[in-house]
């Protein structure tokens, strides 16, 4: 069964770099089957897709993040990780990460982490 | 790229239909049969509803459906129950491979 572990600080500095990590259990990143990615939502506010990943190490970023953000896998921990830099309070949210199915929309959710920006 | 459109807020008494529309444009739900339909209950994780326009994943009620026509994508949900009152979004692949989401729709059942 499918299990992604968001993991990572819940308070960061404004301006510096927020960074998580998701471990994958029941499924392998390195299956051509497969993008992985991060999706996250501000308090009370709405869903906001950030990127993915594939296997082969492409990977593909929402145009309002994209100069900020990297989105890269482990294989040796079956780990996808998510770095944001220069964040500010509007980065603050519960940072999502999931898996969605090759040639579909078909998507599975972690529990999600709740990164706060804050001095 | 902006959001797609949906309705703030929707509702419905028990045993009812609703459908909430989400309205994007050719270059995203109209070009592709890319869009699927998340529930999110208060303070927990989006629950995949709909993939792919009408699919429905399993162990979810075949009260709920999807279909699109145009720009628009829709989701009905039928013979409305209290546990289906919660936040509903649509989400669709774009021509510059990402994905957008809608703003969300509050389903409030009476």
């Known amino acids: 069964q499918l299990q992604l572990q968001e993991s990572g600080p819940g308070l960061v500095k404004p301006s510096e770099t927020l960074s998580l990590t998701c471990t994958v259990s029941?499924?392998?990143?390195?299956?051509?089957?497969?993008?992985w990615g991060w999706i996250r939502q501000p308090p009370g506010k709405g869903l906001e897709w950030i990127g993915n990943?594939?296997?082969?190490?492409?990977?593909n970023y929402s145009p309002s993040l994209k100069s900020r953000v990297t989105i890269s896998a482990d294989t040796s921990k079956n780990q996808v990780s998510l770095i944001l830099s220069s964040v500010t309070a509007a980065d603050t949210a519960v940072y999502y990460c999931?898996?969605?199915?090759?040639?579909?929309?078909?998507?599975?959710w972690g529990q999600g982490t709740l990164v706060i920006v804050s001095s | 790229q902006s959001a797609l459109t949906q309705p703030a807020s929707v509702s419905g008494s028990p045993g009812q239909s609703i459908t909430i529309s989400c309205t994007g444009t050719?270059?995203?739900?109209?070009?592709?049969?890319?869009v699927s339909w998340f529930q999110q209950h208060p303070d927990k994780a989006p629950k995949l509803m709909i993939y792919?326009?009408?699919n429905r994943p399993s162990g979810v009620s075949n009260r709920f459906s999807g279909s699109k026509s145009g720009n628009t994508a829709s989701l009905t949900i039928s013979g409305l129950q209290a546990e289906d009152e919660a936040d509903y979004y649509c989400?669709?692949?774009?021509?510059?491979?990402?994905?957008?989401f809608g703003g969300g729709t509050k389903l409030t059942v009476l």
């Open positions: 999931a898996r969605r199915s090759m040639g579909s929309s078909r998507r599975e």
């Open positions: 029941g499924a392998s990143i390195s299956s051509s089957s497969y993008y």
């Open positions: 990943i594939y296997y082969s190490g492409s990977t």
């Open positions: 050719s270059s995203d739900v109209g070009g592709y049969d890319y």
């Open positions: 792919d326009v009408s």
């Open positions: 989400n669709s692949y774009t021509t510059s491979s990402t994905w957008v």
